[in-house]
C-alpha cells in the first residue's frame, strides 16, 4: 500500500499537468481567436487602403536570394487607381482568369468540378482558382498545396468577398499580379512590355498580358512564343464573346 505522503505528491502533479493542459489550451484558443481578429481588421483596412507589398512580391525576394539566375532581381511595381488602367486590361483578365467574376462570391464551384474531372482523367487544367482567391494567396499566403495553406485562402476569399466591392478586388489584383520576373502590377508591365502606362494599352496588348498570367517567369510578353500568341487570340475572342468592356459595368451591381 502507498504510503499517504507519495500519494499526496501524486495527486499534486496530476493537478499540476491538468492545469498546464488548461492554460494551453487557453493560450491555444486565445492565439486562434486573435488571429482570427487581427485577419478581418486587415482584410478591412485593405479596402481603403493600398496594400505596399503582398506575400507573393517577399517571397519572391527572399527565392532571389537562392536561385542561379545571373540577373539581379529588382522589383519594378507602381501603384495605380482602377480609372488609370486600361478597362481592356481588366476585362482581359476577367476573360482569360475568371470569367463569372461579377457573379459568384468567390468561388467558381463549375470550374472546380471541372478541375476535378479533368484530374482524374489525367487531363491538364487551367485551375480552378478565382481572381478573389488569387488575391487571397498573393496578398496573405505562402506558396503550397496544404490543407492548411487552401484553408487560410479559402477564409481570406470569404473575408475579401464580404468585406470589398469586386471593383476593389480587381483593382488589388492588377496591382499585385505577377507578370515577369521582378514586375508586379499592370503600370510595372506596360512600362516594362510596352513602353507605355497601363491607361493606354490597346486590346491586343492587354490580351498578351493576360496570356502569360499562368506562368509570368516561363512566358513573355515581348516576345510571345507560339502559346502565348495563340492565348492572346483566344482572350481577345473571349473579351469580345463578354461584350466588350461594357461587361465591366456589372462589377456595379
Do not use: C
Request: charged share 25%; glycine share 6%; aromatic share 12%.
Amino acid at each position: 500500500m502507498k504510503p499517504a505522503s507519495n500519494t499526496s505528491r501524486d495527486s499534486q502533479r496530476a493537478g499540476s499537468r491538468r492545469n498546464l493542459f488548461r492554460r494551453l489550451w487557453r493560450l491555444l484558443a486565445y492565439t486562434m481567436v486573435g488571429a482570427l481578429l487581427l485577419s478581418i481588421v486587415a482584410v478591412a483596412v485593405l479596402r481603403f487602403v493600398d496594400p505596399w507589398t503582398s506575400a507573393v512580391i517577399v517571397d519572391a525576394r527572399f527565392e532571389s536570394w537562392f536561385d542561379d539566375d545571373p540577373r539581379p532581381w529588382r522589383l519594378q511595381r507602381q501603384w495605380r487607381d482602377y480609372g488609370q488602367i486600361s478597362s481592356a486590361l481588366a476585362l482581359a483578365v476577367v476573360a482569360s482568369e475568371d470569367q463569372l467574376f461579377p457573379e459568384h462570391n468567390g468561388f467558381d464551384f463549375q470550374q472546380i468540378q471541372k478541375a476535378m474531372d479533368d484530374a482524374e482523367r489525367g487531363r491538364r487544367s487551367r485551375g480552378a482558382s478565382t481572381i478573389t482567391q488569387q488575391v487571397a494567396k498573393n496578398l496573405f499566403l505562402w506558396n503550397g498545396r496544404s490543407y492548411v495553406r487552401k484553408g487560410l485562402e479559402a477564409w481570406f476569399t470569404l473575408l475579401i468577398e464580404g468585406l470589398w466591392p469586386k471593383r476593389r478586388i480587381l483593382e488589388i489584383y492588377l496591382n499585385i499580379a505577377e507578370f515577369g520576373r521582378g514586375i508586379y502590377g499592370a503600370e510595372a508591365a506596360s512600362q516594362a512590355f510596352f513602353h507605355k502606362p497601363a491607361r493606354n494599352l490597346t486590346r491586343a496588348e492587354a490580351a498578351r498580358l493576360a496570356a502569360v498570367l499562368p506562368s509570368p517567369r516561363r512566358y513573355n510578353a515581348v516576345n510571345p512564343g507560339r502559346y502565348v500568341q495563340q492565348r492572346q487570340l483566344q482572350i481577345e475572342a473571349q473579351m469580345a464573346a463578354l461584350g466588350g468592356t461594357a461587361y465591366l459595368a456589372t462589377l456595379d451591381r
